[in-house]
């Protein structure tokens, strides 16, 4: 029953979420603001602009994770925060390995590091450090990410960690191969709800760049 009930929010929140976007994908969602330096096929040199946003570390495997951070992040933005405020979210939302900082804006962010997995939500950009509600929930952390340069690569279909990792090797062997220097791990990025079609997903792993 609990589990049940559990996944029913879940998918609620999801549903929530994703509203601007149809049924096969299509997003009318905000982006976080960049701007193109480069673009070779897949990969793109990007320069963002500083962002806001509410992270949280999840003790828990990729599969898992997803849905506890996710859960959680979006009690914040729904109301659970000091001035019971809705506070809408620009995507992608991010995660990466829990001993990283994130370093991004936007979409969903996922990197490994042990069993930990930090999710960072993207906050609107009219709002700054002193004007955001401030979260109830001691394991959220809004945090400022200062302006960079970051090297995508863009790609659909599944997001797993099998896609993540391929794609991550093939981004920072091109990058290698140009002499660029690295300045992070690798970090997943998605767009998307669940329920798109996977040829119509937009993922992409994102690595910051000197």
Known sequence: MGGSMFKSLSQLLLSIFFAGC???GIRNSAEAGYTLIEQHGEIEIRQ?????VAETVIDADYANSGSIGFNRLAG????NNRNQEKVAMTTPVYREPGNEKIAMTAPVLQQKTSN??????VMPTE???ESLPVPIDPLIEIKQIPAKKVAVIR???SLNEENINQKANELTNWLQQRGLKILSP???AAYDPPWTLPALRRNEVHIDIE
């Open 76 to 79: 914040f933005i729904f109301g």
């Open 22 to 24: 149809s049924m096969v």
């Open 186 to 188: 690798a970090r997943s």
């Open 116 to 121: 930990q997995w930090r999710m960072a939500f």
């Open 48 to 52: 963002y602009a500083p962002i806001l």
């Open 127 to 129: 709002y700054t450090l």
């Open 155 to 157: 790609y659909s279909g």
